[in-house]
């Protein structure tokens, strides 16, 4: 199995390779977040790159956001980008492996995280994903639909594999076709809202 350390995506960043970088917010993470009311709750975003989400978050009134990435670049970029929210602790960094985070969440985002792991490693993602989330706490976001293949990143996947990835260990609210992806991924990608089971 290919080693997608923090070595390989601090040089990905360091050489400017990051095509999965839109240099903007999500438009539908940003949409499902402006329906939430609760501006308190303590969202992750893992394997967050240059979360852009995260001025767009703090726009919304979001005043607990843990960004965590395997690279150090990225996040120095958020910081740089948010002194004031970095100053007043709503937002904070974690430059750590996803894997041996810990941490009580209501709410974890996921963008182009899941595709950029080892297909090998999802059925842990979805353990540690259910860990880190308090009880009925929200797993949302966007997965690749395209086949998946042995090369990558980023790897694909279908809504039948994901169904069968997540169901076991939570409850799907949502699981569909992405109607506001941006231009590029129009058709490529799936929505999705989880809540953890009991």
Known sequence: MPTFNENYWETRYQQG???WDMGSAS????????QLTNKNLRILIPGCGNAHEVEALLNLGFTNITVLDFAESPLKNIAARNPTAMASGHVKLVCADFFAHQGNYDLILEQTFFC?????QRADYAKHMHSLLVQTGTLAGLLFNFPLTDEGPPFGGDATSYQQLFEPIFKIHTLEPCHNSIKPRLGKELFFILEKAE
Do not use: S
């Not at 438009?27 to 402006?34: A, E, G, K, V, W």
């Open 17 to 19: 390779e990051t095509g």
């Open 27 to 34: 438009t539908p993470l940003i949409t499902f977040c402006q």
């Open 116 to 120: 950029a792991i080892h297909p090998a």
